[in-house]
């Protein structure tokens, strides 16, 4: 199974298409936002998307109660886990803890977003992956990353 992984959109409209379109035509089968969509009508981007979709709230969404609702509950605070393809998984926004939590071991996968910056690494046993910034505000490069679950490789993508 692949996974498409987005972090912090920012309510950059064109760059969440971007994203979602890149996954999609890479052949995802779950795209997982990590946080910082910022307004409920960017859900309508990953709900037209042809791809199911999940993730956590971050610390700029607003209006929280219509994110959830309009999710219809595929939002929620963090940490969320899921199991998917017999591994286990951490969506978190924060980074907090995010090292101590990969070397316990306890996840095959952590994901993660809110710095802004792209990380591809593995710690102990467990893949930790941050997929930088869809909207590009900060750094000026925008990507998103894919994850096999079958091999366990990521890869940050260029958008």
């Known amino acids: ?22 996954l ?17 009508f960017c859900l309508d981007i990953l709900g037209k ?10 610390n700029n969404d607003g209006e929280v109660e219509l994110l959830v609702k309009r999710s219809e509950g595929r939002l929620s605070k963090e940490p969320k886990e899921l199991e998917l393809n017999g591994k286990r998984i951490l969506v ?25 910056k792209p990380q591809v690494e593995t710690i102990g046993k467990t893949l930790v992956v941050n997929p930088g910034e869809c909207c590009g505000w900060l750094t000026g490069r925008p990507t998103a990353a894919i994850v096999d679950l079958s091999s366990m490789e990521a890869e940050i993508l260029e958008l």
């Open 49 to 58: 998307s042809g791809v199911e979709w999940t993730g956590v709230l971050g």
């Open 92 to 116: 978190k926004h924060f980074h907090h803890f995010v090292e101590e939590i990969a070397r316990a071991n306890s996840y095959h996968l952590i994901l993660y977003g809110h710095t802004h």
């Open 24 to 40: 999609r035509k890479k052949g995802v089968q779950l795209i997982i936002h990590c946080g910082d969509i910022i307004s409920p």
């Open 1 to 22: 199974m692949i996974i498409g992984v987005i972090s912090d959109s920012h309510d950059h409209l064109d760059n969440l298409k971007r994203a979602v379109d890149t």
